[in-house]
């Protein structure tokens, strides 16, 4: 699979890129897109098309401070998933961003919902499966609780929030919270 990242600033890719945005990630994650359109401009924020031969296969949308890089947003379009896409987006990430802290946010598998528990699993599993490390804290992101991952390289939470201080200011990281220390048995 030959993936290809571009940063798209505006035409038919960015709408490709918005749907998406608006039904992959549910309204309580959601920035307004037009936020994180201002972010791009500013150069803190890159909103990224994953294609390959032109075909769009995805979103991630990185929020930058200094050496570290979050990935904000990931999604991959409906019918390319399960086909190794979302793998291979990762790995043209970790080569975009070589020599940065990557730092990924995920929703808690400390939930009772049965359902949204194997969904969670799933996706830490995925994310643990493709080289990344459990960060050994919890957040409390906009109401929703939070495990932290990295690509292997340590970030303090203080770090972490100063990404969204950086780029999208204090109206948003004024809502994240440190919820505590992770356990070291919290990577499955």
Known sequence: MSIKLKQVFSGERLMEIHALYETAFPAGEKKPFSMIISGQETGLVEILSAEENDTFL????MAKSGDRVLLDYFAIASERRGQGTGSAVLQALKERYQGM?????IESTKCVDEEELVIRTRRKSFYLRNGF???????????????MLSNGLPCPYEEYLDIYTTA???????RIHFLGEAPAAAEL
């Open 101 to 105: 802290r990557i730092i990924i946010e």
């Open 58 to 61: 995805g979103l991630a949308i």
């Open 133 to 147: 490390t459990m960060l050994p804290y919890y957040v409390d992101l906009w109401g929703t609780e939070m495990e």
């Open 168 to 174: 999208f200011g204090t109206q948003v990281s004024d």
